[in-house]
Each structure stands twice: as C-alpha cells, then as structure tokens.
Nanobody
C-alpha cells in the first residue's frame, strides 16, 4: 500500500516561511525521483520542484527558484519543501508525488508522468 501524506501547510503573511513535509509509508521510493507540484483555484496543476533519487540533483520552476528548497531523507522516507520569501501568488494546494519510472529524472516535470500522489496541503499567503 502506497501512502504519501503532506503536512506543514497553513496561513502565512507575505515574506514568511513554511516547511512542507511528505511522509511516505509502505513501499519505499528511494530509487525514484520525486517532486512537489501545486494547484491554485481555477488553474492547472504545475511543477514546483523535483529531486533525484539520492537528493544530489534538483530542479526548480523559475517562479520559485532562489526561494524554495527541495530535499529528501530516504532513511526517513520523507521529502521536504522549504519555502521562504513567500508571495501571495504562491497560494495553492501543494502536492508531493513520485516519478512513474526509474528512468525519469529531475527534468521530467509534467504531472502525468508521476504515479503516486499525496492528498495535498493548503498554503495560503496573505498580502
């Protein structure tokens, strides 16, 4: 049974910080790339950041580059997203996901290439 559970979302003022966690119970995905995506109301789900299986490589959307940091701890089966200098336009439901193939690296950023998804955690940034 695969279960990804996001946590750490909430309401924060612009300029503030949040740290999201994605805990994975059941089957281990330590050999797979993983990613964070987000979906704002009325918009499609979009790529935020991806990380290689060992955490050695990362990729960020231009909109979050320099503000967000993705990381993972395979020993704890957990992935993180540190979000700093938050802006109102970062408001969305944030999802973690596992790449659908061992061959998918950090440049694979389309949501339909990811097989397993968490339920999402709401991040709201007030101005």
């Amino acid at each position: 049974q695969v279960q990804l559970v996001e946590s750490g979302g909430g309401l924060v003022q612009a300029g503030g910080s949040l740290r999201l966690s994605c805990a994975n119970s059941g089957r281990t995905f330590s050999s797979y790339a993983m990613g964070w995506f987000r979906q704002a109301p009325g918009k499609e789900r979009e790529f935020v950041a991806t990380i290689s299986w060992n955490g050695g490589s990362t990729n960020y959307a231009d909109s979050v580059k320099g503000r967000f940091t993705i990381s993972r701890d395979n020993a704890k089966n957990t992935m993180y997203l540190q979000m700093n200098s938050l802006k109102p336009e970062d408001t969305a439901v944030y999802y973690c996901a596992v790449a659908g193939s061992l061959t998918y690296g950090i440049k694979v950023v389309t949501p339909n290439r990811y097989n397993y998804w968490g339920q999402g955690t709401q991040v709201t940034v007030s101005s």
